[in-house]
């Protein structure tokens, strides 16, 4: 166990780790910010988005009026941003997360490729410890699982499925190049 913590990083402290990119992380963060509340985002994925990062299959849409979708914090949605359609499709939704992330500067708080691997509260010190994937050790009051419904993918048991030397694909780990 010794050895195990020295190979940890330094413990970066925050008054709130918050876990996931998505909607939900996003709107925390934000919300935190402008309370003057230091936030920190892990997002296990290269950007921001969750559910619209991760599922870019082939006809991946919103199934509810996009302008739903639409950030109530955002103060300019009318005059700044235009959906191209009703329902649209998820590479417009990530751009739009994007941008409202970046008009916003909220990038600068988030920290992309962490997967927080062990979240444990102290009774005693009131507080919260998450470990991650590269060997970081974060400490937190609070820790907000922003992970979403759909964070982890479900692989149905179909039997002989490891034989099958075909390519596989998963709609929530579709590969960011062409298919």
């Not at 913590?5 to 910010?33: Q, S, T, Y």
């Not at 950007?47 to 955002?74: E, H, I, K």
């Not at 009318?78 to 499709?89: G, I, L, T, V």
Request: net charge negative; glycine share 8%; aromatic share 14%.
């Amino acid at each position: 166990a010794e050895t195990c913590l020295k190979e940890r990083k330094p413990v970066a402290r925050h008054d709130v780790i918050i876990i996931g990119a998505g909607f939900a992380g996003i709107h925390m963060l934000w919300r935190l910010r402008k309370d003057g509340v230091d936030a920190r985002v892990l997002e296990q994925g290269t950007g921001v988005g969750g559910t619209w990062y991760w599922n870019r299959y082939p006809g991946a849409r919103c199934d509810t009026p996009t302008l739903q979708y639409m950030f109530s914090f955002d103060d300019t949605p009318d005059n700044h941003w235009r959906w191209s359609e009703k329902f649209a499709a998820q590479p417009e939704i990530e751009r739009y997360l994007n941008d409202v992330v970046d008009r916003h500067d909220l990038r600068r708080d988030m920290q992309f490729k962490t997967q927080a691997t062990s979240v444990v509260y102290d009774e005693k010190q009131r507080l919260w410890t998450i470990a991650t994937d590269g060997g970081e050790t974060f400490e937190a009051t609070y820790c907000i699982a922003a992970t979403g419904g759909y964070s982890a993918p479900f692989f149905p048991d179909i039997p002989n499925l490891n034989e099958f030397q075909g390519e596989r694909y998963h709609c929530s780990l579709w590969p960011k190049k062409k298919v």
